[in-house]
């Protein structure tokens, strides 16, 4: 069965960076686009960014444009979000998830890492 | 600031019909197909609905979406306690090349 696992969250203090990474397991990781998406607490679900199977086109929210990356290892199925010059705003539950591949859906979800961002 | 427009919550008894709205645009639902996801607070969110109207492997014939326009619904029949969550749409948006969430709505069963 597909299995997301992220890790990597943490306690950071603004402007600060961090990586989080997201272990794939029980699809075939490379047919696959990936998502990120995050939960602010007490906030509704916004999107972060999506990477190609391929990792040859990516897409991020206006929120994170510039400061966020994504990035892939098809060889190691693991997924990254390099998150740099962090501000408050980014403290949330972030969860990666997998295309299903009909139009932009996310078919399988992780169990999300927490990042707060404080001084 | 999403673009994708909910009402903020929901309720009915048990074994009633819910009725969720989700409004958008022509760069979103009016141009893409619209999904539908269930997130139980502390848990990962779950696909609810894809392509407008259909269902995942496992997810009970009580649930069921539609896409009219630029608006789209999900319909939850035959309420059940366990069905007390969040609700949130969601599109692809040409414009803002990403994708999109609802504002959510938080569904309580009385």
């Known amino acids: 069965q597909v299995q997301l696992v992220e890790s990597g969250g943490g306690v950071v203090q603004p402007g600060r960076s961090l990586r989080l990474s997201c272990a794939a397991s029980?699809?075939?990781?490379?047919?696959?686009?990936m998502h990120w998406v995050r939960q602010a607490p007490g906030k509704g679900l916004e999107w972060v960014a999506i990477?190609?199977?391929?990792?040859?086109?990516?897409y991020f929210a206006d929120s994170v444009k510039g400061r966020f990356t994504i990035s892939r290892d098809n060889s190691r199925t693991t997924l990254y979000l390099q998150m740099n010059t962090l501000r408050a705003g980014d403290t949330a539950v972030y969860y990666c998830?997998?295309?299903?591949?009909?139009?932009?859906?996310?078919?399988?979800w992780g169990q999300g890492t927490l990042v707060t961002v404080s001084s | 600031q999403s673009v994708l427009t909910q009402p903020p919550s929901a309720s009915g008894t048990p074994g009633q019909r819910v009725t969720i709205s989700c409004s958008g645009s022509?760069?979103?639902?009016?141009?893409?197909?619209v999904n539908w996801y269930q997130h139980l607070p502390g848990t990962a969110p779950k696909l609810l609905i894809y392509?407008?109207?259909q269902r995942p492997s496992g997810v009970p014939d009580r649930f069921s979406g539609s896409k009219s326009g630029t608006s789209a619904s999900l319909a939850i029949s035959g309420l059940q306690s366990e069905d007390e969550a969040d609700y949130y749409c969601?599109?692809?948006?040409?414009?803002?090349?990403?994708?999109?969430f609802g504002t959510g709505t938080k569904v309580t069963v009385l």
């Open positions: 998830a997998r295309d299903g591949g009909d139009g932009y859906n996310l078919a399988n």
């Open positions: 029980g699809f075939t990781f490379s047919s696959y686009a």
């Open positions: 990477i190609w199977y391929d990792g040859s086109y990516k």
């Open positions: 022509s760069s979103n639902i009016g141009s893409n197909t």
């Open positions: 392509s407008n109207n």
């Open positions: 969601a599109a692809w948006d040409d414009s803002l090349n990403g994708y999109v």
